[in-house]
């Protein structure tokens, strides 16, 4: 089943984003060695945020009316800023769907001859097609001697989970870990069916995230992971007040699983300042954001839209911000400035843009990613990808390094950069399809706070003043680029660790 983008919705949207585009362009006047950064304002900022991230969008979940409307919003700014629209056929749009899989209403769940609504009295933690009966056996917490006592080839097995992370990762992402790696050997061992049944630990984990698992898996339509299997061994999850229950001996699992795939429209938004130099406006310094975060969900004291002030309402202000800067003052070489959709979903949009660049992709000479700028320490910053093994442009790195200490001068982390930072947070922004394919890229960031993927994360939260000054250091490391003699210059060897 498809879903279709409302043909209402669509014109308007078109017609917002090609409202210039029968209009003659202004002649962009020559570059010159003075910036414009003086454009780049507080105030500016601010409104901008509060409108984006307001409730009006319900938190922009990417795959929905909510991220569509947010980004004509978006548009509509790039129209009034005076930006070219670069995405597909004039407009400042570039579609692209985005797969959906997860269980249907119709599926059913057994245990010892109590029903269970899969998705919300039990999770499944990846939709699969299966339909089986089999003895349950529990085997406390999984320790290899707890299992080989139970002889569990053929059987469903149970399990309680424990333990705590032992590397410096967070609990969240350990436990993850643990479903799928323990799920994993279990299934190796011949289990036909995993039931994880949460501690008081991961209970708290549970309760947020159970309704999640209920929303299924995304990616793009040619994604495999996405594909439906039916040999693939089910996992569910459990809530602690099963645990009693499940230890129970003799009784039996009986489930009919069955998957479902929709395709929903996303969207990237795309606009270009040309350069002033004739034979370097062909070339393109990206921009990048992402415009989307989690919608509404779960409510948390009361509280259900996920507004993602922070994450990412701050890096699309600032984007804004900087093409008023580069309007202002074009430079020698052009400025691509691209919002990318369904990010949270696994970074669909940027995949999809970085394969399907609506410019030549050999132009594009170097990656500027805005995420998450606006919190933490006023004078705390990171730039991501400026430490090996994801260091891709020491040139386009020193470019950054200047610039901070001719403008805002913060003083950078660089253990989230590193390999072995628990939180692979290199790995889970927009510029990470471009560095895969070579391009120089770098993340500005301000990092993760207790707000993140929480309804908490609104407007009010943010340090304008701190934004402000990571939008100055965005735009003079842009502006840098675009207007020296030599693009920056690619790393011999370089290679990711994953």
Known sequence: MTKRLPALLLAGLLLTATATSAQKARPAPASSARNAESAIKEADLKRDLFALAGDKYRGREGGTLDELRASSWLAEQMRAIGMQPAGDDGTFFQWFNL?????????????GGRALRPGHEAVVVAPVNAQLRAKLVFVGTGTPAEVAKAKIKGKAVAVQLSGEPTDGISY????????????????????????????????????????????????????????????????????????????KSG???????????????????????????????????????????????????????????????????ALLAVMRAFKQQPAKRSALFVYHGAEERGLLGSRYFSNKPTVPRESIVAVLNAEMMGRNAPDSAALLGSTPPHLNSSDLVKTALTANQAGPRFKLDTEWDKATHPEGWYFRSDHLPYARLGIPAVMFTSLLHADYHTPNDEPATIDYSKLRRMTQWLYLTGWAVANRPAPPAREPGFRLER
């Open 99 to 111: 797969r959906r899989t997860r269980l249907t209403p119709a599926s059913t769940l057994r245990i």
């Open 172 to 247: 969240r992402r350990y436990l993850f870990g643990k479903l799928r790696e323990q799920a994993a050997e279990l299934a190796r061992a011949g289990a036909v069916a995993v039931v994880f049944v949460s501690d008081d630990k991961a209970q708290a984990i549970y309760e947020h995230w159970s309704h999640i698992f209920e929303r299924g898996r995304y990616g793009l339509p040619a994604d495999e992971s996405l594909k439906i299997v039916g040999d693939q061994v089910p996992v569910l999850w459990l809530p602690m007040s099963e645990a009693e229950a499940l230890s």
């Open 251 to 317: 009784q039996e699992l009986v489930a009919d699983l069955r998957a479902e795939t929709f395709l929903y429209p996303s969207v990237n938004i795309v606009a270009r300042q040309p350069g002033t130099d004739a034979q370097l406006k062909s070339q393109h310094v990206l921009f990048s954001t992402h415009q989307d975060h989690d919608g509404v969900r779960a409510p948390v004291a009361g509280d259900s839209i996920y507004n993602g002030a922070d994450d990412n309402a701050t890096g699309c202000a």
